[in-house]
């Protein structure tokens, strides 16, 4: 059965890095397009970064203009798993995160990892 199991989170000081890791078995996620989304409370789950697949090893990565600069999504094919480096954390960063794949050689449809908190104190 196919699964995203996540890793890492915690809680940081401001300013300070986290990286969280989503790895996956059964499938290779090599083609499929990645996303990191976040969901603070009392708020709608929302996009973080995002890795898609275009030819190859090659994929176009988008961020949401709040994290742009700081965030960076990274993709280990040989390890079968993506990461979410996070630098120069905020109190607003604060949420649980959640990875994402669809596409490529994945069974239709979306997958979630399991979420992870990811606290930033001020």
């Known amino acids: 059965q196919f699964q995203l199991i996540q890793s890492g989170g915690g809680l940081v000081q401001s300013g300070g890095s986290l990286r969280l890791s989503c790895a996956a078995s059964g499938r290779t996620l090599s083609t499929a397009n990645m996303a990191w989304f976040r969901q603070a409370p009392g708020k709608d789950r929302g996009l973080v970064a995002q890795?898609?697949?275009?030819?190859?090893?090659?994929?176009?990565?988008t961020y949401a203009e709040s994290v742009k600069g700081r965030f960076t999504i990274i993709r280990d094919n040989g390890k079968n798993a993506v990461y979410l480096q996070m630098n120069n954390l905020k109190p607003e960063d604060t949420a649980v995160y959640y990875c994402?794949?669809?596409?490529?050689?994945?069974?239709?449809?979306?997958?979630w990892g399991q979420g992870t908190q990811v606290t930033v104190s001020s």
């Open positions: 890795s898609t697949w275009r030819t190859g090893s090659t994929y176009d990565t």
């Open positions: 994402n794949a669809r596409g490529g050689a994945l069974p239709g449809g979306s997958y």
